[in-house]
Structures are given as C-alpha cells and as structure tokens.
C-alpha cells in the first residue's frame, strides 16, 4: 500500500507526541511562545540541510516513493520529515519539561 512506510510512521509519531502532552505530562510546552520560537529556529536549519540533501537534481538521500504520500515542498523535502521532526523535537523537550517539573 502507498504511503505506509514513511507515511503512516511519521503521523503515529504526531498523534504520540500530542498525546504524551495533553494525555500524561501536561508541561503547557504548546501554550509557550518560546516553543513556537524553538520550532522556527529548527525548521530554518532542518529547509536547508533537508532541502540539500533531497533535492530531485543530486539527491544524497533517495526515498521509495510508494511509501511516501508524494507532497514535497520545499525544495523536494517529503512533508513526512517535517512531522517526524515535530515529533523529535517536541518529544525531547516535554520529556526534558517533565522531569523537570518533577524535581
């Protein structure tokens, strides 16, 4: 099935980091202009380098196609690495904001 390899992993991964907040940690990470700020400053190295690196003219790194959903933008960068970026992203800092507020 198309899309199921990249895909459906890299949306699981949203749904997962969304839940761990509103469902267990409850840190406020997304009420935070600091976040949304964190998240611009990644997403202005993440088009560049992701962009080099997947660009259809000398591609360093080559997706199968049929497990992608096909939309890149910009610069031919599957949407999928932006939301598995989110996930990353986001993970590492509400688990870094619930231990904190453990202590």
């Not at 895909?7 to 749904?15: I, K, Q, R, S």
């Not at 840190?27 to 964190?38: C, D, H, I, V």
């Not at 999928?80 to 800092?93: H, Y």
Request: charged share 15%; proline share 6%.
């Amino acid at each position: 099935m198309t899309g199921l390899g990249y895909t459906v992993p890299a949306v699981v991964a949203v749904v997962l980091v969304v839940a761990l907040e509103f469902g267990l940690l409850h840190t406020g990470l997304f009420r935070r202009p600091a976040y949304w700020l964190s998240m611009l400053i990644v997403l202005g190295f993440q088009v560049p380098v992701d962009g080099w690196l997947t660009k259809h003219s000398a591609p360093i790194v080559i997706y199968d196609q049929r497990q992608t959903s096909g939309v890149r933008f910009p610069f031919d960068i599957p949407v999928e690495d932006f939301l598995f970026g989110f996930a990353l992203v986001t993970a590492v800092l509400l688990l870094w904001e619930g231990r904190r507020a453990r202590r």
